[in-house]
């Protein structure tokens, strides 16, 4: 609801329209050059609104079943059309499920981002996906794509980038918990980003590096923190996320150096090749675990909690690996796997707390 | 090497045929046993498949070292691998077999220990869990030099191979097709077409020469062949009765998966079509009894307990006269031009059901019902698929309101028969066959 009426006044007082968007990865710089709000569907969490998830198998994650219910009972009705990132086969068909069969009748958008390693072939393919999708966008929002404005776009979107960096980087020295700084970041899925900027400096100002936080520092790597409980458990037991993987958050932060932006869809294509390796882009899976162990080292952090949605196949397929590349290390791990409920169960619960327990304590497994 | 080359060589051209003969002969000698239950006696071409696919295990227990060997995904445009002498593997194939023999769970266990979870592909759990374990029905696989993936059929393979290349230390040759909504952009099949000739050189400096491109453009003329040969025999089932089951489609599917692009597959087929129209013409049928009810199946064979949904349904008089899955293979090459055949690939493998939107699944299982004259439709809602199996609830439906075909789902995994309930599914099936009347 909140996000709801934020949208009709961004209408009502900018003229903006808006544009639902699914996980994970997409040029949001094109959307905000031409003034169209995005405002992304993590599901949403909980109970689906509608029937219409039983349109879609049990044994498919909750992420894609609750975002069709969400879409078919209307809850973005409010929104002028979607985007379907290409992320993962179920992404895939929910967007001509969707589309085709019921459920979305508005303008339905796709972004193919290639998967694997970087090729001379892939980087032609974005660079002409790009343009593609920047046609389909004028199209939604009414009006031309203006070279500045895009120029200015990616420039803002490189200092939120450069914020939420240092307000992780930093966490340990900010004065809020888990909960509070993920509500934080996690408002740059639908605000509009010059207001989100804005609350990420006041947030910045917060920080204080002479402060140490207490607890168990621990890194969190799986898709997107709900709920939120999970994280508020594991503080009230003493640990806290110094290092964040999520699919969600960190893994969107582009830490490229700051230069001039030259031609703006090059800087595109470079800014989306440039966020931490992803399983949804089918990156090296050894520069993944290189990327967590240096996260895990530069936070100090004790654990390693995997934090992921059942039938999730590409966060699972990584699974392992990290398993083997911490167990190596001797690092202790927490798998958790979730389906967006509201409400974590007793047993999950009784888990979280006994890690941050033995983190504490100093234990490894 | 050289004496790898000629066990290879041995393998294949004279030690294989000649097992198998002997196979051959004493079964002759014992006599042939007809099939049990409601079906007419196999196809004499089962023996000829039999032992092509021997050979082809066979052979390659002594490939690796002998030829370069590539795994291949079953959608790979596997024509680009021929000239260049490679050995191929399907892993899928692979796993399929360790499927039928249900060796499944104690694969899968060993992966699942190592952190695997079973909500992953049965078929890469299968594959994984026997690379672990050394259990396969083939023997031994040859280590591969190449992994030669496309994600034509789904994201999973890119992941599988990723993990292979991991463990092999091999180069990793992907092909991403991105999925077409509709048609498809020129630029997506420019990508896929620039990512063909981006292989090319990978697989050539693996196997150590240039490719060929006048041998290019005749191993995709005998894939284009071979998948055109495969569909006209599967289009022999249009006639009543059906020459054949659905569930024999899935068997002779093995030589245009492992051996597209050769002349051996292509023969093979000929001699199959030949037998299933001498069937139709002498009127005999898959089944032994009357064909009351013709069947479409829908999504990957159920292959530990293809047997007994068929056995069950082939006693009511219900066969399964097509199915989606056999379908994608005559779909494969079938637009190849040999006389451009890296753009014409392009296309071709992009537009593959599984990389396709749901309205052009529609359309196809409409009008393959309507071509074969079926009047029902069992979709396997298949656990492990997520490709194959998101929006069946919704095809189920149209299909039934707006073409008139009594549809059932049912839940199973392709190859984990620990997600099989088989006692439900009989019902569901009796129900089924009771809704006809
Ligand atoms: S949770 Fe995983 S499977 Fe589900 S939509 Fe996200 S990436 Fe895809
Ligand atoms: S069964 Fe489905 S998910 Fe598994 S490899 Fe085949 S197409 Fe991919």
Same mark, same amino acid.
């Given at each position: 609801?909140?996000?709801?009426?934020?949208?009709?006044?961004?209408?009502?007082?900018?003229?903006?329209r808006?544009?639902a968007?699914?996980?994970?990865?997409y040029?949001?710089?094109?959307?905000?050059?031409?003034?169209?709000?995005?405002?992304e569907?993590?599901?949403?969490?909980?109970?689906?609104?509608?029937?219409?998830?039983?349109?879609?198998?049990?044994?498919?994650?909750s992420?894609v079943?609750?975002?069709l219910?969400?879409?078919a009972?209307g809850?973005?009705?409010?929104?002028?059309?979607?985007?379907?990132?290409?992320?993962?086969?179920?992404?895939?068909?929910?967007a001509t499920?969707?589309?085709?069969?019921?459920?979305?009748?508005?303008?339905?958008l796709?972004?193919?981002?290639?998967?694997?390693?970087?090729?001379?072939?892939?980087?032609?393919?974005?660079?002409?996906?790009?343009?593609g999708?920047?046609?389909?966008?004028?199209?939604?929002?009414?009006r031309?794509?203006?070279?500045?404005?895009?120029?200015?776009?990616?420039?803002?979107?490189r200092?939120?980038?450069?914020?939420?960096?240092?307000?992780l980087?930093g966490?340990?020295?900010?004065?809020?918990?888990?909960a509070?700084?993920?509500?934080?970041?996690?408002?740059?899925?639908?605000l509009?980003?010059?207001?989100?900027r804005?609350?990420?400096?006041?947030?910045?100002?917060?920080?204080?590096?002479?402060?140490?936080?207490?607890?168990?520092?621990?890194?969190?790597?799986?898709?997107v923190?709900?709920?939120?409980?999970?994280l508020?458990?594991?503080?009230?037991?003493?640990?806290?996320?110094?290092a964040?993987?999520?699919?969600?958050?960190?893994?969107?932060?582009?830490r490229?150096?700051?230069g001039?932006?030259?031609?703006?869809?090059?800087?595109?294509?470079?800014?989306?090749?440039a966020v931490?390796?992803?399983?949804?882009?089918?990156?090296?899976?050894?520069?993944?675990?290189?990327?967590l162990?240096?996260?895990?080292?530069?936070?100090g952090? #004790?654990?390693v909690?995997?934090?992921?949605?059942?039938?999730?196949?590409?966060?699972?397929?990584?699974?392992?690996?990290?398993r083997?590349?911490?167990a190596? #290390?001797?690092v202790?791990?927490?798998?958790?796997?979730?389906?967006?409920? #509201?409400?974590?169960?007793?047993?999950a619960?009784? #888990?979280i707390e006994?890690?941050?327990?033995?983190?504490?304590?100093?234990g490894t497994? | 090497?050289?004496?790898?080359?000629?066990?290879?060589e041995?393998?294949?051209?004279?030690?294989?045929?000649?097992?198998?003969?002997l196979?051959?002969?004493?079964?002759r000698?014992?006599?042939?046993?007809?099939?049990?239950?409601p079906?007419?006696?196999p196809?004499?071409?089962?023996?000829?498949?039999?032992?092509? @696919?021997?050979?082809?295990?066979?052979?390659?227990?002594?490939?690796d070292?002998?030829?370069?060997?590539?795994?291949?995904t079953?959608?790979f445009?596997?024509?680009?691998?021929?000239?260049?002498?490679?050995?191929?593997?399907?892993p899928?194939?692979?796993?399929? @077999?360790?499927?039928?023999q249900?060796?499944?769970?104690?694969?899968?266990?060993?992966?699942?220990?190592?952190?695997?979870?079973?909500?992953?592909?049965?078929?890469?759990?299968?594959?994984?869990?026997?690379?672990?374990t050394?259990?396969?029905?083939?023997?031994?696989?040859?280590?591969?030099?190449?992994?030669?993936?496309?994600?034509?059929?789904?994201q999973?393979?890119?992941?599988?191979?990723?993990d292979?290349?991991?463990?092999?230390?091999?180069p990793?040759?992907?092909?991403?097709?991105?999925?077409?909504y509709?048609e498809?952009?020129?630029?997506?099949?420019?990508?896929?077409?620039?990512?063909?000739?981006?292989?090319?050189?990978?697989?050539?400096?693996?196997?150590?020469?240039?490719?060929?491109?006048?041998?290019?453009?005749?191993a995709?003329?005998?894939?284009?062949?071979?998948?055109?040969l495969?569909g006209?025999?599967?289009e022999?089932?249009r006639?009543?009765?059906?020459?054949?089951?659905g569930?024999?489609?899935?068997?002779?599917?093995?030589?245009?998966?492992? @051996?597209?692009g050769t002349?051996?597959?292509?023969?093979?087929?000929?001699?199959?079509?030949?037998?299933l129209?001498?069937?139709?013409k002498?009127?005999?049928?898959?089944?032994?009894?009357?064909?009351?009810?013709?069947?479409?199946?829908?999504?990957?064979?159920?292959?530990y307990?293809?047997?007994?949904?068929?056995?069950?349904?082939?006693?009511?008089?219900?066969?399964f006269?097509?199915?989606?899955?056999?379908?994608?293979w005559?779909?494969?090459?079938?637009?190849i031009?040999?006389?451009?055949?890296?753009?014409?690939a392009?296309?071709?493998?992009? @537009?593959?059901?599984?990389n396709?939107?749901?309205?052009n699944?529609?359309?196809?299982?409409?009008?393959?019902?309507?071509?074969?004259?079926?009047?029902?439709?069992?979709?396997?809602?298949?656990?492990?698929?997520?490709?194959?199996?998101?929006?069946?609830?919704?095809?189920?439906?149209?299909?039934a309101?707006?073409?008139?075909?009594?549809?059932?789902?049912?839940?199973?995994d392709?190859?984990?028969?620990?997600?099989w309930?088989s006692?439900?599914?009989?019902?569901?099936?009796t129900?089924?066959?009771e809704?006809?009347?």
């Amino acid at each position: 609801m909140v996000r709801e009426n934020y949208i009709r006044r961004q209408r009502e007082e900018h003229g903006r329209r808006a544009v639902a968007v699914l996980p994970i990865h997409y040029p949001k710089e094109l959307l905000t050059a031409l003034d169209l709000l995005s405002v992304e569907v993590w599901g949403p969490p909980g109970a689906p609104r509608s029937d219409a998830a039983g349109r879609i198998q049990p044994y498919v994650c909750s992420v894609v079943r609750n975002a069709l219910a969400f879409l078919a009972s209307g809850g973005a009705d409010v929104v002028d059309a979607a985007l379907f990132p290409h992320t993962c086969d179920s992404i895939q068909q929910l967007a001509t499920l969707a589309h085709d069969f019921g459920g979305w009748k508005k303008p339905a958008l796709t972004f193919l981002h290639p998967k694997g390693e970087p090729r001379p072939s892939s980087r032609r393919f974005v660079a002409a996906e790009l343009r593609g999708l920047a046609s389909r966008l004028e199209e939604v929002a009414g009006r031309r794509l203006d070279p500045d404005r895009l120029a200015a776009a990616i420039q803002l979107h490189r200092e939120i980038d450069l914020h939420r960096a240092a307000l992780l980087d930093g966490r340990a020295g900010l004065d809020m918990d888990d909960a509070e700084l993920y509500g934080l970041l996690r408002r740059g899925e639908w605000l509009w980003p010059e207001e989100h900027r804005a609350e990420l400096v006041a947030a910045r100002s917060r920080l204080d590096p002479a402060r140490r936080r207490p607890g168990a520092p621990v890194l969190v790597t799986g898709y997107v923190p709900e709920p939120i409980a999970t994280l508020e458990i594991l503080n009230a037991a003493g640990a806290f996320v110094a290092a964040d993987d999520y699919a969600a958050v960190g893994r969107r932060i582009a830490r490229q150096p700051d230069g001039p932006i030259g031609d703006p869809w090059e800087a595109l294509a470079d800014r989306l090749a440039a966020v931490p390796p992803c399983p949804t882009r089918a990156t090296d899976q050894d520069a993944r675990m290189r990327h967590l162990v240096s996260l895990l080292d530069r936070s100090g952090a #004790r654990g390693v909690v995997i934090h992921v949605v059942k039938f999730c196949e590409p966060e699972l397929f990584d699974v392992p690996a990290i398993r083997r590349t911490f167990a190596a #290390r001797g690092v202790p791990l927490l798998y958790l796997e979730g389906e967006l409920e #509201r409400q974590l169960s007793g047993q999950a619960v009784t #888990r979280i707390e006994a890690f941050a327990e033995m983190l504490g304590q100093g234990g490894t497994t | 090497m050289i004496l790898r080359r000629l066990q290879y060589e041995l393998a294949a051209r004279a030690v294989g045929p000649f097992l198998t003969a002997l196979d051959d002969w004493q079964r002759r000698a014992k006599g042939t046993k007809a099939r049990t239950g409601p079906f007419s006696p196999p196809l004499e071409s089962l023996r000829k498949l039999k032992d092509m @696919m021997t050979v082809h295990y066979l052979s390659g227990r002594y490939a690796d070292g002998a030829v370069p060997v590539a795994w291949v995904t079953s959608g790979f445009p596997v024509e680009l691998l021929r000239p260049l002498g490679f050995h191929t593997v399907y892993p899928e194939n692979h796993a399929a @077999m360790c499927g039928v023999q249900r060796i499944v769970p104690e694969l899968s266990d060993a992966v699942e220990a190592e952190g695997y979870s079973r909500d992953l592909c049965s078929y890469v759990r299968s594959d994984l869990g026997s690379l672990d374990t050394g259990r396969s029905p083939a023997g031994r696989l040859p280590r591969p030099d190449l992994l030669a993936c496309c994600t034509n059929i789904c994201q999973t393979v890119l992941y599988w191979y990723r993990d292979l290349a991991r463990r092999f230390q091999v180069p990793l040759l992907l092909v991403d097709t991105p999925f077409v909504y509709g048609e498809p952009t020129d630029h997506q099949i420019r990508y896929v077409a620039d990512q063909l000739e981006e292989g090319i050189e990978m697989a050539e400096k693996v196997a150590g020469r240039k490719l060929d491109r006048a041998a290019l453009s005749e191993a995709a003329r005998l894939g284009r062949d071979g998948s055109q040969l495969w569909g006209e025999c599967l289009e022999t089932a249009r006639n009543r009765p059906a020459p054949w089951t659905g569930v024999d489609g899935f068997f002779h599917l093995g030589p245009i998966v492992a @051996m597209r692009g050769t002349e051996e597959c292509n023969a093979y087929y000929r001699m199959l079509k030949d037998e299933l129209q001498d069937r139709v013409k002498r009127g005999i049928g898959g089944l032994r009894g009357e064909e009351k009810h013709r069947l479409l199946w829908d999504n990957l064979p159920v292959w530990y307990a293809t047997r007994e949904i068929t056995t069950l349904l082939g006693n009511g008089g219900f066969n399964f006269v097509c199915t989606t899955y056999t379908n994608a293979w005559a779909e494969a090459s079938s637009l190849i031009d040999p006389a451009d055949p890296i753009v014409s690939a392009a296309r071709t493998y992009s @537009m593959v059901m599984l990389n396709r939107d749901l309205p052009n699944k529609l359309r196809l299982l409409s009008r393959m019902t309507g071509e074969f004259g079926a009047d029902g439709a069992v979709l396997h809602s298949d656990r492990s698929c997520k490709p194959y199996s998101i929006g069946q609830v919704d095809l189920k439906d149209r299909l039934a309101s707006e073409y008139g075909v009594k549809t059932l789902l049912l839940e199973a995994d392709h190859n984990d028969p620990r997600a099989w309930a088989s006692e439900l599914s009989s019902n569901r099936l009796t129900a089924f066959m009771e809704s006809f009347g």
